[in-house]
């Protein structure tokens, strides 16, 4: 099983990205996924996650209302929609796959991870 994050760079504050997720290996019809990021010097956060079971979605506070994750089952596909990005959404962006049923919030729910995707928002 691989994932693949990408569509992270250099965007000025207020600016929007879309990154993506593609996996090798797994349906994301029957994984949830989730997205977590990791700036330098902090722990690893919680950002999204998608059910696979319905397809709903969760949100950290901080992200909330400027963030939206979408599933494109035709395209294998996972996307983190970020608008409105401030300074402090720079880190990197990974995105995890469970067989769970799951929004969960936490990185240990997760089974397989992708190598992150750097997004970094300038002031």
């Known amino acids: 099983v691989q994932l693949q994050a990408s569509g992270g760079g250099l965007v000025q504050a207020g600016g929007s990205l879309r990154l993506s997720c593609t996996a090798s290996g797994l349906s994301f019809n029957n994984h949830s996924v989730g997205w977590f990021r990791q700036a330098p010097g902090k722990e690893r956060e919680f950002v999204a996650s998608i059910r696979w079971h319905r397809g709903v979605t969760y949100y950290a506070d901080s992200v909330k209302g400027r963030f939206t994750m979408s599933r494109d089952d035709a395209k294998s596909t996972v996307y983190l929609q970020m608008n409105s990005l401030k300074p402090e959404d720079t880190a990197v962006y990974y995105c995890?796959?469970?067989?769970?049923?799951?929004?969960?919030?936490?990185?240990?729910?997760?089974?397989?991870w992708g190598k992150g995707t750097l997004v970094t928002v300038s002031s």
């Open positions: 995890a796959a469970t067989r769970l049923s799951t929004g969960s919030r936490s990185g240990n729910s997760y089974n397989y």
